[in-house]
């Protein structure tokens, strides 16, 4: 098993930030799909090692992956606008579990909001 696979299995198929599990399907009729983001980047040495991986949804990826913001987010998919959230996803990744669930509950929080204002653009 890979070692991308053996992370999605230990997270529950869930996304560790908003709790989404793989196949769940919103209102709006999309499936949510997970992915395996590198805690330190590939580019940055990071490995394809368990202890560096985390499991997220599609959104929740896109949301702490800057080179995606445009892409998910359009004109509002800049770093002003994206900023907060990605320092607390980096808060949430280096904290203890206890931590970690009050962070997680505060970049849900973050998503949502950002998302509410104006969702015109996402198809």
Known sequence: MSSKNRRKQIDRSQC?????????IYSSGVTVL??????IPRYEGGRNRIDNLIT??????????????????????????MEPIQKAFNEYLTSNSEEGN???????????EFLIRDTSHIS
């Open 34 to 39: 997970l992915q395996v983001h590198h805690i």
């Open 16 to 24: 560790q930030i908003c709790g989404d599990y793989q196949g769940k």
């Open 56 to 81: 997220l949804c599609y959104l929740c990826h896109a949301v702490v992956t800057p080179q995606r913001w445009r892409e998910y987010f359009g004109e509002k998919g800049t770093y002003q606008n």
């Open 102 to 112: 009050l962070i997680s509950n505060l970049i849900s929080n973050l998503i949502r």
